[in-house]
């Protein structure tokens, strides 16, 4: 069975410094990953995806995340955090051989930055 | 303006009583879906349909149903079969394809009083 871990319930960082958010998957074949993030009380918003090609993913508000097939991890990164990115943050996985498009979704990890 | 719509945004059901909630899309998808949300547990998807007048259960599907009678319908009924209702749903959105994201609504927040 699929599945997506975020080891982190909450990363803690002050503003302007590197933020990580991590995500491991489990899956029997190649899938499609995915970030999302969520404000309070709010749907989810769609950050960035890896499908193929280039292991380095640029997504929008300056998120990026790297694929690592060896480590099956796809960790989400910033590289000065702002306060307005307090939120919680989502990783989900599709396989490849899924047409539905369903995600599988991590726990998701609750960021908190810091003026 | 296109997207995905859900209503309304707050909900309160008493016990036994069926519920239901709405969600509407004008951005053409093919596919639909219904998760529920739970602190700590991410999202649960509940129902899905890819097109009109077809639906699959998902992972939690018991004490819920759903119809899709127009491609920009979908809206989910909570019965009184359904334990534990009190959670936030949210509505998705998608093209067929697996590799395309889900758009999705603000959410319904249900509580059962």
């Known amino acids: 069975a699929q599945s997506v871990a975020q080891p982190e319930d909450q990363v803690n960082v002050a503003e302007g410094n590197p933020l990580t958010v991590k995500c491991t998957y489990s899956v029997s074949g190649n899938p499609y990953l995915f970030w999302y993030v969520q404000y309070p009380n709010r749907g989810l918003q769609f950050l960035l995806k890896y499908i193929t090609g280039d292991n380095l993913v640029k997504g929008s508000y300056g998120f990026e995340a790297e694929f690592n097939k060896s480590q099956t991890s796809f960790h989400l990164k910033k590289p000065s955090a702002l306060v307005s990115d307090s939120a919680l943050y989502f990783c989900?996985?599709?396989?490849?051989?899924?047409?539905?498009?369903?995600?599988?979704f991590g726990a998701g990890t609750q960021v908190v930055v810091t003026p | 303006d296109g997207g995905i719509t859900q209503s309304p945004k707050y909900l309160f059901r008493k016990e036994g009583q069926n519920v239901t909630l709405s969600c509407e899309q004008n951005l053409n998808h093919d596919a639909m879906y219904w998760y529920r949300q739970d602190p700590g547990q991410g999202l649960r998807l509940i129902y899905y349909?890819?097109?009109?007048?077809?639906?699959q259960k998902g992972d939690i599907a018991e004490g819920y149903s759903v119809s899709r009678e127009k491609k920009e319908s979908f809206p989910l009924t909570v019965t009184s079969a359904q334990k534990n209702p009190t959670a936030f749903y949210l509505c998705?959105?998608?093209?067929?394809?697996?590799?395309?994201?889900?758009?999705f609504g603000q959410g319904t927040r249900l509580t059962v009083v």
């Open positions: 989900a996985v599709i396989l490849r051989t899924d047409s539905w498009g369903k995600l599988q």
């Open positions: 349909s890819q097109i009109v007048n077809d639906f």
């Open positions: 998705a959105s998608s093209m067929e394809r697996g590799n395309t994201e889900a758009f």
